[in-house]
């Protein structure tokens, strides 16, 4: 994992040009900064907005609503048989730079990785299991015993990594390369701000990485061209998007390439819950939090943004951050903004204690069911995925379904044939991804209204709400606070929109 970033060069560099702003008549003594959202995107900014502000900066108060009364959005736990499960964003990856910076600054906990190889998994294709690894237990308790040994561990993992192969092949090396290469590419966002851009628009911000193009292709043509196989794409790469975006092989490249590197080697999370990060940064930004307070509407009235709440409350705002979907809220903008349509998949997250139905599956024991039952793509299919969370014990577990649509009662009692307890929650959890992806810009105004959640088309992760975060904190600190001039991006030829990476403001 790398280190925290720092950034002594664009501080330098802000101060200087700071100074420079310090002098200049026209800019407000004091100014706020409203932020519209208090997930993983929305304390990023405010995060980033202290970070990188000199000392020397006017004084700029951060106020951040949240119509909820908790802070983290989709990064929620729920608590089942007196345990908490991740709700929402479940997994970060080795290398999501921003969420490895926040654990160390705000001294959370991780839950390291591991464990996960010796996870059975099945791929469900509605009548039977198309394909299976060895699941690490018995009936018998002492041959229980015995499969725990870790030489034993071991072995198992290895046959399972030998039968994958023997069924998918060298396509796998080829996946392997496909995630490593756009993994590579995702780096760039977090070199040193002195050779980095700022972007004014999403489109600018992935051409500068090289991913652009991944967004104006599905994920089964760039895997495809990649060389992999039919059998891997149509299974396991389907099992992934499946279960990490609800959605098919159809979806966008960036998108299917962020999802499958959520399913490679040394994923984590934080103790206690994802969300602590977002609680972290607020605590630890100097922001005044306006917990259950949904913003209705946002007024530009010239040289500030009003923004009115359901509390009957008008805020003053020179510079207003919208860090959450707009897709499904009415927040009323005056003057109207134009943003394409976009449309959220729902992803039905059902947490069930109980023991699974092995008849359901045509299997004799409940213990023949892989941990992990991943499933094709097949519209008649009632659910993405099923994983156990927790063994209590033989007869007991805690499981995490996803669906695309609700699981009513007659089913999960056909699935399950103990259901102690059941929570649904219907998430309006990423964008359905569809290729060529068209985005909404970062600055929704020609002035000073941003949207972080116009990245969420090139994938929705909270790495990548923390990326376009950060990209947001610096387009605010050179737009409204400063004169940043920085370097040119080296944009390709094919950079569209009239909009330029931000030069010399
Ligand atoms: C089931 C599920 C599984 C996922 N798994 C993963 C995973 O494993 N790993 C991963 O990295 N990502 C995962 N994600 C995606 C990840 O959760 C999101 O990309 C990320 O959390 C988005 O953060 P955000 O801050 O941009 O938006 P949000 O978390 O949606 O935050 C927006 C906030 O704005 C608030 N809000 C909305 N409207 C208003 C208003 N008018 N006034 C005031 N407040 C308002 C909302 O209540 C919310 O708290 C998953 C998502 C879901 C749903």
Known sequence: MMMSLTLPFLLT????????SLSDDSLPPSSTVCIVGAGIGGSSVAHFLRKYSPESAPATDIRVFERNGVVGGRMATVTVAGESFE????????????TVDYVKILN???????????????IWDGNKFVFKTLTLSSNVPLINKLLKL????????FFNSARIFLRYGFSL??????????????????????SRPIFETVDEMLQWAGLYNLTSRTLQDELVDAGLSDLLINELVTVITRINYGQSVSMSGLGGAVSLAGSGAGLWSIQGGNWQMAAGLINQSDVALHLHEEIKSVADLGDFYELNSTKGNSYRC????????????????????????????HTYTTFV???????????????KIPDLVGTIEDPSLPFSCIAVLKKHNEKESTYKLFSRQPMEDTLLDSIFSVRKETILINWAAYPHYHAPEVFAPFILDRRHLYYVNAFENAASTMETSAVAAENIARLI???YFGKVSVNSSNLSATSQGEGSTHLDL
Do not use: C, W
């Open 13 to 20: 560099f802000l101060a200087l040009s700071q100074a420079q």
């Open 87 to 98: 709700a929402g964003a479940s997994i970060l990856h080795p290398k999501n730079l921003h």
């Open 108 to 122: 959370l906990k991780v839950n390291e990785p591991g464990g996960s190889d010796s996870l059975s998994l099945g």
């Open 150 to 157: 870790p030489f034993v561990d071991t072995i198992v993992s």
């Open 173 to 194: 090396f080829k996946m392997q390369n496909f995630v490593e290469n756009t993994v590579e590419r995702f780096l760039k966002y977090y070199e040193e701000p002195s």
């Open 318 to 345: 020179e510079v207003t951050v919208v860090a959450t979907p707009l897709d499904e809220l009415d927040i009323q903008f005056i003057p109207p903004i134009s943003i394409p349509e976009r449309k959220l998949q």
């Open 353 to 367: 204690r109980g023991l699974l139905n092995p008849e359901y599956f045509g299997l004799k024991a409940a213990t």
């Open 477 to 479: 600190l050179s737009r």
